[in-house]
Structures are given as structure tokens and as C-alpha cells.
């Protein structure tokens, strides 16, 4: 069994590979949207510009589909770094793994004699893996967007917002709360459950050396469908938050008035 390596700094735990992982998606999304937008063309677009475009574009219709056309662009560059950072992030752990064995205790990881003994005298510590397999990451990605949800709701739309925790009647307003509280929950629960599993699968199939390689190879392109889909199911999801926060009824029936 792989031990992560997790320091504790006067009683908050902090997992450095989680970290690692965290400053390295970060590192890879820039890369690719650098390089996407290095050299804009017109007449002659490289593959990467293509791909962006159409990725934006994705986007762009996405997010439309969940707030009003003319709405959609301040949330655009929030979609797309979403989307981005989501899926390169549940994909950071399938390609190979970074274990190193100790043999001796490391106080600071808080690998002791004790551990060791019970451990077959080593300890094999794991230095790689998708931070969307952990926990306190998707919860901070929750929490960010719980924040700005209602931020903007109470910025763009007081009135409204704060109406519909009593809407249809008063007496909803419990049950509402626990609605709110719930968004943030499924969020940060439905992300880490879906790339966590992915990744004990991975485990147990690397336990059966060369007769696990077909099934390695089989779960490996599944494993790419399921970060592309939870990415997007993370992204989607914030948007429609935020439409349903900062955009009420009367923005719908302007939108509908100007379709028609």
C-alpha cells in the first residue's frame, strides 16, 4: 500500500504530492494555452489555434445554453479555465507513477520505526498523482466556485437572489438552504469519486503484472472519456449556478423577445 507524503505544519496536513500535481496542471495549462494563441493567423491558423477556436467556441455554446447569448462572454475565460484545468488535472495520473521506497524513519512525513516494523520494514511513498483524486482539492475548487456564485448573485442580482431562498413560499426557506449547501457537496464529491476510483482500478490492475496490460490499456482510454466528461460536468454545472444566481426572469423574456 503507497503512502502519500503528508507534512503537517502546527496541525494543518498538507499532501505534497497533491501539491506537486496541483503546481504542475497549472504549469501544463498555461503551456497549452500559450502555445495555442502564439501565433494568431487569419489566413493560415496552425492546428493549435484551430483546436482552441473550436474549443472556445464548445465553450461559448455551452455556457449559452445555461444563461442568456449576451451574458456569456465575462464567463467565458472562467469556462474555459475551468474546463482546461479540470480535465489536463484528472489525466495527470494515469500515464506512470513516482514511488520511492524508505527504509528508515522520516519524522518530518511521519514515517516511524513503528510504521516501518508493521510495514515490512519499508515504506513505499507515492509522489504522483491526478490532485482531482484528492479530496481537499476538489473541495477548494467547490468552495471557490460557491464564493463567486454568490458574490456575483449578490453583486449583479440582490433582489432576485436573495428572493428565491423564500421562493415559492417562506416556509421553503430550509429546505432551499440545504439546497445551496448541497451544490458545493455533489460538486467536490461527484469529481473526486469518479478519478479516485479510476485511479484504485489502476492499482489493482497493475497487481496483476503483464495478464493486467490488455486491461491497463482498455482502462486507460476510458479513463481519458471519463476526465473529459467530468470536466465538463464540473464547468457546466458552475455555469448554470451562476445563471441561476445573477440572471431571473425578466433577462429571460428579453432573450425571448429578441429571438423572436
Known sequence: MHLFPIVNVNGIEFDLSAIIAILVSCVITFIVARLAVRNLSVDKPSKMQN??????????????????????????????????????????????MVVTDAHEPIKWLGIDQAYLDSHGGAAHIAWWKSPTADL???????????????FLGLKLNRKHYLHHYFHPYPVFFPVNIIETIAKPLTLALRLYANIYAGEVLISTILMMGFAGIPFM???????????AIQAFLFTVLTMVYISQATVHDDDEHVEAAAKH
Request: aromatic residues 16%; proline residues 4%; without cysteine.
Open 51 to 96: 483546436f482552441m477556436e473550436w474549443a472556445v467556441d464548445f465553450m461559448h455554446g455551452t455556457i449559452a445554453s445555461s444563461m442568456p447569448v449576451h451574458k456569456v462572454r465575462p464567463y467565458l475565460a472562467l469556462g474555459m479555465t475551468l474546463i482546461m484545468f479540470i480535465f489536463i488535472s484528472n489525466l495527470l495520473g494515469l500515464p506512470f
Open 217 to 227: 490499456i482498455a482502462w486507460q482510454g476510458f479513463s481519458i472519456f471519463v476526465g
Open 136 to 150: 481537499a482539492v476538489t473541495a477548494g475548487l467547490a468552495i471557490i466556485v460557491f464564493v463567486l456564485v454568490h
